[in-house]
């Protein structure tokens, strides 16, 4: 049986929502046999190819991110936003309360610990959007699984529903934590 493609993301986040995914312990041997990774953090493959699911961690706050999730979005048929950054925004989108001007100058010249700070500006680095935003105010989203990050059982009844071609609907006991 041909195995399940999955690409996942990592965007404006603190890689937790992975850290979550790999905490299902021996059960990502199960699903080893039923997944192909393509491009994750997990595989260190960059490039995208087309998937059945796609899976975002992290909210969309710069110009590369966004980017990112078109990308993905157009490569896979089932999107899933994982953890409260991609499903809200999270703890990133506290930066949309300021002037992006006032959050740089904050981050990179005045923070307590900072000696002749500057302010990154090659063409390399990406630009900050005005506001930071959960995934489905850019792209459509298939699933929602909240959480910081979503612990490994719901991770897991997820991923398990989806492999069954089934949209995962979460119980408010899977959701209590949030
Ligand atoms: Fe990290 Fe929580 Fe955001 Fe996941 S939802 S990326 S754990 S801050």
Redesign the pocket.
């Known amino acids: 049986m041909a195995k399940v493609k999955v690409a996942t993301v ?1 965007l404006e ?5 992975h850290m ?1 995914l790999l905490d299902i312990d021996e059960a990502i041997i199960d699903l080893a046999n039923l997944i192909e990774f393509t491009r994750s953090p997990i595989t260190d493959i960059k490039e995208f190819t087309p998937v059945d699911v796609g899976i975002v ?2 909210s969309v706050g710069n110009t590369e991110e966004e980017e990112t999730v078109i990308d993905l979005r157009n490569n896979c048929k089932i999107l899933v936003a ?5 499903c809200f925004g ?3 989108a506290m930066r949309s309360s300021m002037d992006k001007a006032d959050a740089l100058r904050r981050a990179y010249i005045e923070t307590e610990s900072t000696a002749d700070g500057k302010i990154p500006c090659s063409p390399g680095v990406p630009a900050l959007l005005d506001q930071v935003k959960p995934v489905n105010q850019v792209v459509k989203v298939d699933c929602f699984v909240p ?3 979503p612990d490994a059982p719901t991770i897991k009844y997820a991923l398990n529903e989806l492999l069954a071609g089934r949209i995962p609907i979460l119980s408010s006991e899977m959701m209590s934590f949030i």
């Open positions: 990592w986040s603190c890689a937790g929502c979550s961690e992290g994982l953890g409260n950054c991609a999270g703890v990133c959480g910081c990050p």
